[in-house]
């Protein structure tokens, strides 16, 4: 098939760690590579954030990145791109009526490149389907006036999943999530994201540590949001571990990074500066080794629309302490793969994370089950049949019937 990605904001060729760059840019670069892997065509529409960007670019993965001039040729933060939208629809209808490629099913990622789709897709009579990534209604409750979301992002939410043709949830939590929106259930299907198997897996180098320190590891964008400080207060009660902190800038950069200053003085508050390492960011071909330093991960945000840290974790062979939101439910099978426990609540998270560090038996039984998990239910490969599939029915129910007299 002939597929559109749209992913307005979050380019699979962006490095990772920024502020708006992180699950959304790794999911569309690796499902696009997948089903390329499948004997799709794949192209992504981004929009242009450079003046010296060239239109187009075939990525590692085989697919195709399309940069869509749409609003100035800059770095603009995801929530003032609402206004560009239009025009990165226009020019979607334009370059497929015009041209010798047009999709046949259109695959939104996030709201804003729902909308866009949306209209492209009434235009041009392609169907569309939407995967979120992430709801303001989630977002709104969880930080509050601190939320810089458009005013109108989640009536558009919800009116875009009345309107598309199928939903995409990746996780149970935001099924529910899209009901209480408003969201018809029969239009949505459960599809998780994946991991990938080759860059994640037991067996490879590891970063070097102290053999006798037991090591916590946690991972992310460097956004408060991710639970690091709840991480820092939860070592307190886990003494003789090292925590490591990967994301965010480059280590250069940590120093006059507000957020980083703001850990190091809490790590340095709370008697732990010395257990508290911020690595900086990590290119993605050596996180493994990271993740088979580590004896667990912690992954404890406040909200987390799927989650891959977990997942990349748990293909490694490692067991994770993880916070009991979104995506985390899923993947986590608490007391087999890992440990779930209330977000923001650093005694129960450093308590889960000593007793586990005291238990080299559950532990290893942990990583076992982990591994399993991680190869047996969320591989790429598996992820991209499933979604081909979607794209299959939806293609069919919009094919005009042909009457033969």
């Known amino acids: 098939m002939r597929i559109a990605m749209i992913s307005e904001h979050a380019s699979p060729l962006a490095v990772l760690g920024g502020e708006d760059a992180g699950g959304q840019n790794t999911h569309v670069a690796e499902l696009s590579a997948a089903l390329v892997a499948a004997g799709h065509d794949v192209r992504v529409y981004t929009r242009r954030d450079a003046v010296d960007l060239p239109v187009a670019v075939r990525a ?33 209808v334009a370059r497929w009526r015009g041209g010798d490629w047009a999709p046949e099913v ?33 977002k709104r409750r969880h930080q509050g006036v601190q939320d810089t979301s458009p005013a109108r992002r989640i009536g558009y939410e919800r009116e875009l999943g009345r309107s598309v043709d199928r939903v995409i949830a990746q996780c149970q939590d935001e099924v529910g999530e899209l009901v209480r929106l408003g969201v018809p ?22 970063a070097e540590r102290e053999p006798d320190t037991p090591r916590v590891l946690t991972v992310g964008r460097l956004v408060e949001r991710k639970g690091f400080q709840t991480v820092i207060r939860a070592m307190e009660l886990a003494p003789r571990a090292e925590c ?29 500066a010395d257990r508290v390492r911020l690595v900086g960011a990590v290119p993605r071909e050596e996180m493994g080794a990271w993740y088979r330093s580590a004896d667990l991960l912690v992954a404890a ?5 799927f989650g891959l840290t977990p997942l990349e974790a748990m293909a490694c062979g490692v067991p994770v302490v993880g916070t009991a939101v979104g995506g985390i439910k899923d993947t986590v099978v608490d ?20 007793r586990l560090l005291d238990d080299r038996i559950r532990r290893f039984g942990y990583a076992t089950a982990a ?5 047996s239910s969320y591989s790429w490969a598996t992820a991209a049949e499933r979604i081909a599939e979607l794209y299959g029915e939806v293609t069919t ?9």
């Not at 800038?249 to 957020?259: F, I």
């Not at 129910?397 to 007299?405: I, N």
């Open 60 to 92: 590692p993965g085989g697919y195709d990145v399309v940069h869509v001039p749409a609003g100035p040729a800059e770095p603009v933060a995801k929530d003032a791109l609402l206004p560009h939208m239009k025009e990165f629809s226009h020019w979607l």
């Open 106 to 138: 259109i695959h939104a990622h996030f709201w804003m490149s729902g909308l866009a789709a949306l209209a492209a897709g009434r235009q041009t009579g392609v169907p569309v389907v939407q995967t979120y990534h992430a709801l303001g209604t989630v």
């Open 185 to 206: 259930r029969s239009k949505m299907t459960v599809i998780p994201s994946g991991v990938n198997l080759t860059t994640f897996a037991p067996l490879g180098p590891a």
């Open 244 to 272: 490591v902190i990967v994301g965010g800038p480059p280590a250069g950069l940590l120093e006059t990074d507000p957020y980083a200053r703001r850990l190091r003085a809490l790590a340095e508050t709370c008697g732990v």
């Open 301 to 305: 945000p406040w909200y987390e629309p």
């Open 335 to 354: 007391g087999v793969t890992g440990d779930l426990v209330p977000a923001r609540d650093p005694k129960a998270l450093g308590t889960a994370v000593r």
């Open 371 to 375: 591994l399993r998990r991680a190869r």
């Open 397 to 405: 129910v919009r094919r005009p019937t042909r009457v033969v007299a």
